[in-house]
């Protein structure tokens, strides 16, 4: 599913750039040939450049091919071979750029009253997506250079979205959660985070590190018509002076994830790079977190003389401002099964600690 969103997305800025750039196109080849002017003063400019361009190409995968060689994966006598193919393709790359951009100029300044030649120059909107076996890596350039950009050799860090949902209570000393004020059904948690993942060791991808940001939303709809009050910072449950159609509260946290991730991968190698994938594949991740509350809620819906009340208090609840706690997760591939609890308790001051606890599923987008 979230390979399926990503293309989606891609394809609609990919046509809303695309459609953008030929309508300016079009717009200002119809005016004069003052835009043909520009275009070759931009041509030749690349043209130049073009030469150092490749060279820094053609040092990047000497260096790939050097690490192999270093790495034992290749002889000496196959790195040679490989250093002579990669030379040859970045010379004839060079011979063949140039003889293009010189084409280019020549169909302009035959056509000084504006020509769209703008299809395939290499310097325009360059769109790509696109993975090697089950490597599932995405890719969106711009420009010339970009699109020629060699990959990284070896790529330990990687980035990406993760988001959780699920059930969210409180477990309450000597209470069982079918005891607690919370209904189990109605009271849910969310989690959008910015995550790194590092491979830990340098020829295995079996021990991940995972750390990130992260924000994560507890709500708590209370039963039996109930509602939190504070008197003189001390947090408890009474019953409402009317019927309450809904009573919610919610945390908001800010925190910092940090996971110990391990499972097995499938090592991908090609000329010039390789890459670990986790696609399918079977993972834990072990951690906690901890940072700090940003803001708390809570609403009220209910009736009073005939109309419907909606009460919002922000603030005031006397929640623990530093949050902490332990969290973890098995699945494969994206999606886990994940579950947190709050080591930290909810509230400052109350007869009884409650912490939240929370189980639900976690999609890694990467």
Do not use: C
Request: proline residues 1%; neutral net charge; charged residues 30%.
């Amino acid at each position: 599913m979230n390979t399926i969103t990503r293309l989606v997305v891609y394809a609609i800025l990919a046509i809303t750039f695309t459609t953008a750039t030929n309508a300016q196109e079009k717009e200002k080849d119809s005016t004069s040939g003052e835009l043909n002017t520009i275009k070759i003063e931009s041509l030749k400019k690349l043209r130049v450049s073009i030469e150092e361009q490749e060279r820094d190409f053609l040092k990047s995968e000497i260096e790939a091919i050097n690490r192999r060689l270093d790495n034992k994966e290749i002889t000496a006598e196959k790195a040679e071979e490989l250093k002579k193919e990669v030379a040859k393709k970045r010379a004839l790359n060079i011979e063949n750029r140039i003889a293009i951009i010189d084409n280019k100029i020549s169909l302009l300044e035959r056509n000084n009253n504006g020509y769209n030649a703008n299809e395939g120059s290499g310097d325009g909107f360059v769109f790509r997506i696109g993975g090697d076996d089950e490597s599932n890596e995405t890719f969106i350039y711009f420009g010339d250079k970009a699109k020629n950009k060699p990959r990284q050799y070896d790529r330990r860090t990687k980035s990406y979205l993760v988001y959780a949902a699920g059930l969210n209570n409180t477990l309450i000393e000597g209470q069982s959660l079918s005891d607690s004020p919370y209904k189990i059904g109605g009271s849910g948690f969310a989690e959008l985070g910015y995550i790194w993942k590092t491979r830990i060791f340098e020829d295995t991808n079996f021990w991940r590190f995972s750390y990130g940001l992260s924000f994560q939303w507890n709500k708590l709809d209370i039963k039996d018509n109930n509602y939190l009050v504070n008197t003189d910072g001390d947090i408890s449950l009474q019953e409402f002076t009317s019927d309450l159609d809904k009573a919610m509260f919610r945390s908001t946290n800010l925190v910092v994830p940090l996971h110990l991730e391990f499972g097995p991968s499938k090592k991908i190698e090609k000329d010039t790079y390789f890459r670990y994938s986790t696609f399918r594949k079977f993972k834990i991740g072990i951690g906690g977190y901890a940072g700090l509350n940003i803001g708390n809620m809570q609403k009220l819906k209910y009736k009073e003389d005939g109309s419907r009340i909606k009460n919002k208090q922000r603030g005031g609840y006397e929640v623990n401002e530093f949050v902490y706690g332990l969290s973890g997760y098995i699945g494969i591939g994206n999606m886990s099964l994940y579950a947190k609890y709050d080591i930290s308790p909810l509230f400052k001051n109350q007869a009884v600690d409650q912490n939240n606890i929370s189980l639900g599923l976690r999609f890694d987008m990467d």
